[in-house]
C-alpha cells in the first residue's frame, strides 16, 4: 500500500511538474496574441461614458479601454499594442467566442447565464457597479421609503426595471414607473422634472448628475437595489489566460496597495522596500515566468499605465469631469472590497 | 369649356383677392388661418432662437457658456466634427480619410453626368474611385501607414459602405431580375426563392447573421473581414428589393418587343442589353431611386454590429464629460448631413425623369 501512495505522490508531483512547465509557455490565447504582436479588445458602438469613450483626436479613453491596456502592456509591454474594436453590447459574446476579440471589458457584470450557459470564463472583479436612485433634492427624501406615490424614470427593457419592481415591492412603496429606453430622453424626463426619481446603473447616474453641472439639486439615495461585480470575460479552456487578467488585475491593485505610482517606479526598482516589491517589480526573478510572461510586465504595467488609482481617477473619478468617488470600489484598506493576490 | 369661357370673362383675381379666398373664406374658417400661421410663426421663432440666436457658436464656446445662453450649443460641432466625419481614423492620418471621401463623392458624380454612361467609362470611373479610397484609407502602400478596418468610421465608413453595397448590390440586382424571368423553371423559381427569402429577413437579421453567424460556419480560407461580410450581406439584401424593381420595369416594356426583336433574329445579350433594359430602367427609374435612398439611409444600421459610420461617431462626439448634453445639436449635424446626400439623389433623380421623358415624347 506504501509504495502505492509513493508512487501516487510521485506521480502528481510529475503531473503539478509537467503542468508548471506548460504554463511557462502560456495558453493557446497567449500566444495567439504574441504571434499576432497586437491585443484585440472590446471598444463600443459609440460612447459609454468613463468606461468606453472617444477623445477630440478620435483615440479610446476609460476605465475599461485602459484595462485592456493594461492587459497589453502585460503581455506585449506597450499599451499602443491593444486594438480596439468596436462592438454592441449583442455583439459582445459571439465576438468573443469567434476570436474576434481576445477578452471582453466592457462593464460585463458575473452572472450565472453567462457563466454556466455561455460557458465563460471571468476574472476577478474590477468595477462594484451599483443600481441606485437620484431624487430631486427639492423633494427632500432620505430613502426610497419615504417616495411612496412618486414617479420613477426607468430604462425600459434592463435589469433595472426588474430590480425596482422587486425593490419597491418588499419596500410596500408604490411607484408610477415612466419607461424610455433612450438614455438621453430618460434623462431629459428627469431633469425636466416629468419624474420624480431616476433609478439606473450608479455611475451612469452619478455621471448624469455631473455632466448636468448642478450637483447640489439632486440626490444619489443611499438605497442599494442590486451589485453588479463587472469582470473580464474569457473564453473558456484556457487557464493561463485567466491568470493573466487576473494578475494584471492583482499588479494594478498591489501596486496601489504598495503606494507604487507611475512617478515613483523607478525609484522604487531601483530601491526596493521589501522581497515581495522586488519581485513584483522584476528586480529579483519569478514574476513572469509562471505566466508566460516576462519578469518585469507588472513595472511594464505600472509604469505605463498607473495603478488602479491612477486609473479609476483619470477616467471616472476626481482627474475626470465625473469626480465620482471610489466607495465600493477602493481597496480593502480603505474600506472597499478590492485586494490583490500575495506575492510569494 | 364651359369653365374656360368663365375664368376669361372674369378679370384675373389680385393678390388680396387671392389670399382672402383661400385662407379667409368664411369668419370660421379665418380663425383657423390666423391660428394656424400663429402657431407656424412661433415654432419657426423657438427653432430659429434655439439655432440662431441664441446659439453659441465656435470651438471657444464652453459647456458652461452653452448653459448660459439656453441655445444650441454648436460648439460640440465644432470641437468634435473630425469624430463626426472620420470616426476613430488615426488623427495625423485624418486627411487621408477626408481624401478618401471626396474620390467617393467624385465617382458619385462623374457617374451621375450622362457623358460617362458608357459601360467602360463607369467601370473605370468606379474601379479608379475604389482603389483610390481604398488604398487612401487602408494604407500599407505608397508610404501610407496602415490602418485596420477596425479604424475606419464616421462619414468615411458610411460612404464606403453605402457605395460597395450598391457596387454589389446593382450588378446582382440585373442579374436576379433576369434569371427570374429565364425560361427554366428551376432557375426562374430558384431565384424567385432567394429573392423572397431574402425579403423576408429584416436587414437587422441579415447583417448579425453576416457578422456573427457566418463566421462560424466558413472554412478558414474563406474568412475575410467582418466590415466586408456585412457589406456583402447588405448588398445582397439591396439586390433582393432592387432585382423586383428592375422585374416590375421589364413587365412594363411591351412583350411584342422582345418578340420582335426574336423574329429578326437579335440574340439575347443584344436583346436585353438594348431593348430591353433600357426601357426597363426607364420605367424602374423612380423607384430605384427611391431603393437608393433607403440603401444609404440603412447604412445606419450597421451600428449594431458594432460599426463607427456616422450616427455611433455622433453619438461617440456628444458621449464625454463635457457635452453629453448637446446630443440634439449632434443629432441635427448629421441629420443634415444625411439631408444634404439623400436630398441630392432625389433632386437628381427628378433630372433623370425629366430628361428621359424627353426621348418618350
Known amino acids: ?344 | 369649356m364651359n369653365t374656360l369661357a368663365n375664368s376669361a370673362a372674369v378679370a384675373p383675381p389680385g393678390r388680396v383677392q387671392m389670399l382672402r379666398k383661400r385662407y379667409f373664406p368664411t369668419p370660421l374658417q379665418g380663425l383657423v388661418s390666423v391660428v394656424s400661421a400663429g402657431l407656424l410663426a412661433l415654432i419657426l421663432w423657438k427653432l430659429l432662437n434655439w439655432a440662431f440666436l441664441s446659439a453659441v457658436f465656435g470651438a471657444d464656446g464652453s459647456a458652461a457658456d452653452c448653459r448660459a445662453a439656453g441655445g444650441a450649443c454648436w460648439s460640440v460641432i465644432a470641437n468634435r466634427w473630425r469624430i463626426i466625419f472620420f470616426g476613430l481614423y488615426p488623427y495625423a492620418e485624418q486627411w487621408r480619410s477626408a481624401l478618401a471621401c471626396v474620390a467617393v463623392v467624385a465617382m458619385i458624380v462623374l457617374s451621375c453626368i450622362p457623358s460617362f454612361w458608357r459601360p467602360w467609362r463607369l467601370a473605370a470611373v468606379w474601379i479608379v474611385g475604389t482603389a483610390i479610397y481604398y488604398i487612401l484609407m487602408k494604407g500599407g502602400v505608397l508610404g501610407l501607414r496602415y490602418v485596420g478596418e477596425e479604424q475606419w468610421g464616421g462619414l468615411a465608413l458610411t460612404l464606403f459602405i453605402f457605395v460597395a453595397t450598391c457596387l454589389i448590390g446593382f450588378p446582382l440586382s440585373i442579374v436576379l431580375a433576369l434569371l427570374r424571368r429565364s425560361n427554366l423553371p428551376v432557375i426562374s423559381r430558384g431565384t424567385g426563392l432567394l429573392i423572397d427569402a431574402v425579403r423576408s429577413l429584416p436587414l437587422l437579421a441579415i447583417l448579425f447573421a453576416f457578422a456573427v453567424v457566418v463566421p462560424f460556419m466558413l472554412p478558414g480560407w474563406l474568412q475575410t473581414g467582418k466590415l466586408y461580410r456585412v457589406v456583402f450581406g447588405a448588398g445582397l439584401f439591396f439586390a433582393a428589393y432592387q432585382a423586383e424593381i428592375i422585374r416590375g420595369g421589364l413587365q412594363g416594356v411591351p412583350r411584342g418587343q422582345e418578340e420582335a426583336a426574336m423574329a429578326l433574329g437579335i440574340g439575347y445579350w443584344h436583346r436585353v442589353g438594348k431593348i430591353l433594359l433600357p426601357q426597363a430602367m426607364r420605367n424602374a427609374l423612380p423607384a430605384t431611386i427611391n431603393q437608393f435612398v433607403i440603401g444609404f439611409k440603412e447604412t445606419s444600421l450597421v451600428i449594431v454590429v458594432g460599426f463607427f459610420e456616422i450616427l455611433a461617431s455622433g453619438n461617440a462626439a456628444y458621449g464625454t464629460g463635457e457635452w453629453t448634453f448637446a446630443y440634439r445639436e449632434v443629432y441635427a449635424f448629421i441629420a443634415l448631413i444625411y439631408f444634404v446626400f439623400t436630398y441630392s439623389l432625389s433632386r437628381y433623380g427628378a433630372y433623370l425623369e425629366r430628361r428621359m421623358a424627353i426621348s418618350s415624347r
Open chain 1, 1 to 344: 500500500m506504501k509504495h502505492v501512495r509513493y508512487g501516487l505522490g510521485a506521480a502528481a508531483i510529475a503531473l503539478i511538474a509537467a503542468g508548471a512547465a506548460n504554463a511557462q509557455q502560456g495558453g493557446p490565447t497567449l500566444k495567439t496574441v504574441k504571434d499576432r504582436g497586437t491585443l484585440l479588445c472590446t471598444g463600443h458602438d459609440g460612447s459609454y461614458l468613463g468606461f468606453a469613450e472617444v477623445d477630440d483626436k478620435g483615440a479610446w479613453t476609460g476605465l475599461d479601454i485602459d484595462l485592456c491596456r493594461a492587459v497589453a502592456t502585460a503581455v506585449l509591454g506597450d499599451p499602443a499594442k491593444a486594438t480596439i474594436i468596436p462592438i454592441s453590447w449583442a455583439q459582445r459574446w459571439p465576438a468573443l467566442q469567434s476570436g474576434e476579440v481576445d477578452l471582453v471589458v466592457k462593464a460585463s457584470g458575473a452572472t450565472l447565464s453567462r457563466d454556466a450557459e455561455l460557458g465563460l470564463q471571468f476574472s476577478l472583479s474590477y468595477y462594484l457597479g451599483t443600481t441606485k436612485i437620484m431624487a430631486h433634492k427639492s423633494l427632500g427624501l432620505t430613502s426610497l421609503a419615504d417616495a411612496d406615490g412618486g414617479t420613477i424614470c426607468i430604462p425600459a427593457g434592463t435589469t433595472q426595471q426588474q430590480q425596482i419592481a422587486s425593490y419597491s415591492e418588499k419596500l410596500g412603496v408604490k411607484l408610477e414607473p415612466v419607461l424610455i429606453e433612450k438614455t438621453e430622453e430618460l434623462e431629459q424626463a428627469y431633469f425636466s422634472g416629468r419624474c420624480d426619481l431616476y433609478t439606473q446603473w450608479g455611475p451612469v447616474l452619478a455621471i448624469a448628475r455631473a455632466a448636468k453641472g448642478n450637483v447640489d439639486e439632486h440626490d444619489i439615495l443611499p438605497d442599494v437595489l442590486a451589485l453588479e461585480p463587472e469582470v473580464i470575460v474569457m473564453r473558456p479552456g484556457d487557464d493561463n489566460w485567466v491568470d493573466i487578467a487576473n494578475w494584471t488585475l492583482s499588479a494594478l491593485w498591489f501596486a496601489e496597495q504598495e503606494g507604487i505610482t507611475s512617478e515613483n517606479v523607478d525609484e522604487i526598482k531601483a530601491d526596493p522596500p521589501s522581497p515581495e516589491v522586488a519581485k513584483f517589480l522584476g528586480v529579483n526573478p519569478g514574476m513572469g515566468t509562471p505566466l508566460g510572461l516576462t519578469d518585469d510586465w507588472a513595472y511594464n504595467v505600472i509604469k505605463q499605465m498607473g495603478n488602479y488609482a491612477e486609473i479609476f481617477d483619470r477616467n471616472l473619478g476626481q482627474g475626470s469631469p465625473y469626480k465620482m468617488d471610489r466607495e465600493m470600489t477602493a481597496l480593502w484598506k480603505d474600506g472597499g472590497v478590492l485586494y490583490p493576490y500575495l506575492i510569494d
